[in-house]
């Protein structure tokens, strides 16, 4: 268990729609990071974000978008949701930036049908 | 741009036997590097990382990689696999300053008795 928790486990949802999924880091981390992970594509980085702030930006569509909360749990929303957004969401989450480890999240499972 | 290479899509050994995992990275850099493990349906774990210092690093569950900078590799290393190292690994890199991981497209490990 690395501390990082992530909801919901598992989405269904049809073409169009839009979800949030959502991340608690690690109790003391105030980076979180979000990752798609695809047959396709790989795992992807998609954003940071460090206490609030977005830090680092990376493959991430613009009908997607994050935030994090003062009290540095995140979430990220998927709007206008197409077949090829099935994937697996990541999130990690580490004490600061890079030179710090991230520690993973268990993921959400996106199904778009 | 940083990318990092995997060459190996599945490797196959017998438990018991000895196991490298390739990985080979471009960055023009001094690299982070980072092994993970990705058991199936699971996160991703952190098995070792090299920031700086002895190009030999020890990680968890007996495994080690050694970075080789004159040949951009970072491959890791067991002297005798168990059954439950049957997972996806996968290299990553990324650099002080750039906050993006860049993970390669991972290496399926199988066991056989």
């Known amino acids: 268990d690395s501390g990082v928790t992530q909801t919901p486990k598992h989405l269904i949802t049809a073409t169009g729609q839009r979800v949030t999924l959502r991340c608690s880091p690690r109790?003391?981390?105030?980076?979180v990071y979000w990752y798609q992970q695809s047959l396709d594509q790989g795992l992807q980085f998609l954003i940071q974000?460090?206490?609030?702030?977005?830090?680092a930006k990376g493959n991430i569509l613009e009908r997607f978008s994050a935030q994090q909360f003062p009290d540095l749990h995140s979430e990220l929303n998927l709007s206008s949701l197409e077949l090829g957004d099935s994937a697996l969401y990541f999130c990690?989450?580490?004490?600061?930036?890079?030179?710090?480890?991230?520690?993973f999240g268990p993921g959400t499972r996106l199904t778009v049908t | 741009a940083q990318s990092v290479t995997q060459p190996d899509i599945h490797i196959t050994v017998s438990e018991g036997a000895s196991l490298e995992l390739r990985c080979n990275y471009s960055?023009?850099?001094?690299?982070?590097l980072f092994w993970y493990v990705q058991s199936p349906g699971q996160g991703l774990q952190l098995l070792l990382k090299?920031?700086?210092?002895?190009?030999l690093v020890q990680g968890i569950k007996g495994f080690e990689a050694e970075f080789k900078r004159s040949q951009s590799s970072f491959n890791l290393r067991k002297p005798s696999v168990h059954w439950s190292d049957a997972a996806e690994y996968f290299c990553a890199v990324g650099s002080f300053g750039n906050e993006k991981l860049t993970f390669g497209t991972g290496t399926r490990l199988t066991i056989i008795p």
């Open positions: 990690a989450s580490s004490v600061a930036g890079m030179g710090y480890e991230q520690y």
């Open positions: 090299y920031f700086s210092g002895d190009t």
């Open positions: 109790s003391g981390d105030l980076s």
């Open positions: 960055y023009g850099a001094t690299p982070y």
């Open positions: 974000y460090y206490n609030g702030e977005e830090r």
